[in-house]
């Protein structure tokens, strides 16, 4: 089956309404970052303390995700998602009131804190909804599954091209605080939408009892590792480009600069499907791990932000695939039964690496500038490339099993 048809075959299974209604959801996770960098930024003058706001929301994320993974394979994600789709906006909302308000600063990082533990990892459960989607498709499903994450990889990819630039559409049009109010409200629709698809109810037990498995494994750790560098990337990249931006006297332009990574990535993550299945996802990653630090290295030359546009759109473009590599990875290592769990202890290293990310290149931005903010993601992606090289014996190794493994069946 060509890329094409498979791409047909996916959004046929699915239903059209569910790929929009997935991808949608997804969007207020990727806004709120960025939205509460800039309102707490804008409101106290302090990046270090914006960072700091935007990190514990990051952190909070990536603590609370797996537990909400977990709950999500037990019960199924009806009613965890809905749950958090409410509480996370209610969350927004209570943030922008606090920092309007002047409230302590403790109080604002607390907040952004209870917003990020609430919120929901769209993304990675819509994986884990692939694979029951495609139970019934015979020999086919092994291909299918790895095509919707390469749909699944661009569509994250996009969520972090248009939320940002969602954000700084209400940032100029209306204010920060409203772009998160935005957020909030797409949150509240979109995140109930997406609890309650019918395709909810194909996310756990369906199929054949599984065992439960291991789930911290060290091929899994490795993952992990990787997804914290490359959310190290996302936070400290975005951090620089607000700082350039607020320097060149517009800083409501930051969100629109940053969405070029995720739109080169998104575009990418579409053309990995056309990548020859022989060429296998351990080999993927090392070949987009070392694209990513050649380039990344040019943002330690950018003085301008017509300058940073070119070089964050072509970095965008080894983000996807190396991200695409790591979900296919473990999803194809794990145990059936705990996709949904890994899938969200991944999406939570992403957002411990966007904390760490922010926090120390907000701190750098503080005392030097922006080059000392994207001189952090040029670390982040030497330390990645040395990851995966290093790893890639035991991820082959990790793969044979599953390369001989009958189809998949409906977890």
Known sequence: MSPLASYRRLFELAG???VVVAFVARLPLAMSQLGTLLLVAGATGSYGLGGLSAGALAVANAVGAPFAGSLADRLGQRHVVLVQSLAG?????????????GAPDAAVVGVAALAGLTMPQVGPLARVRWRPITARTGSQQRRLVDVAFSYEGAADEASFAVGPALVGVGVVAISPGGALLLAAGMLAVFGTAFALHRTAATGHG???ALPTGRLLTPVLLVLVAAQLLIGTLFGATQTGTTVLATEAG???????????????SAVAGIATAFIPDRFGPERRILVAAGALLVLSLPLLLVDGLPALVAVVAVLGCAVAPFMIGVFTLAERVVSPARVATAMTVLASATGLG?????????????HHGYTAAFAVTVSAMALALTLVAAAQRMLRAALAPSASAPDLVAA
């Not at 906006?89 to 308000?101: D, E, K, Q, R």
């Not at 969405?259 to 080169?264: C, E, N, P, R, Y």
């Not at 760490?356 to 931005?365: D, E, K, M, N, P």
């Open 354 to 366: 966007y904390a760490v990310g922010s926090t120390i290149a907000g701190r750098l931005a503080d």
């Open 206 to 208: 369906d199929g054949i």
């Open 16 to 18: 059209t309404p569910y």
């Open 89 to 101: 906006a209610a969350s927004l909302t209570l943030l922008v009131g606090l920092v309007h308000t």
């Open 250 to 264: 517009q800083p409501g332009v930051a969100g629109l600069v940053h969405a070029t990574l995720g739109l080169g």
